[in-house]
């Protein structure tokens, strides 16, 4: 299974950028089986889980990113979204999807990210 990350960029605080992640060569489980995932990995700093969508289409965040980011999933297209609004410096990070299987919270990752930098 490959996941692909794209959409990311340089922008100004405030700002807006939509990730893609395009998810391909599956096997064993549709892609609307999945529950899906964005973690994000800021400079110096730990991997950090971001937002998740479930197979019926519910969705979680952290709480830093509530009322800004949304995820969301196509999944005709095979590919999960997230539209980050308002941007802060703190968002800067290489943002990464990842995919679940059997959603038990145990992510699978696959791509090489998109890089999200947010200058103030």
């Known amino acids: 299974v490959q996941l692909v990350e794209s959409g990311g960029g340089s922008v100004q605080a405030g700002g807006s950028l939509r990730l893609s992640c395009a998810v391909s060569g599956l096997l064993a489980y549709r892609y609307e089986e999945y529950c899906m995932a964005w973690f994000r990995q800021a400079p110096g700093k730990e991997r950090e889980w971001v937002a998740t969508?479930?197979?019926?289409?519910?969705?979680v965040n952290v709480e830093s990113v509530k009322g800004r980011f949304t995820i969301s999933r196509d999944n005709g297209k095979n590919t999960l979204y997230l539209q980050m609004n308002s941007l802060k410096s703190e968002d800067t990070a290489m943002y990464y999807c990842a995919r679940d299987p059997a959603c038990t919270a145990r992510f699978i990752y696959g791509g090489q990210g998109t890089r999200v930098t947010v200058s103030s």
């Open positions: 969508i479930n197979r019926d289409g519910t969705t």
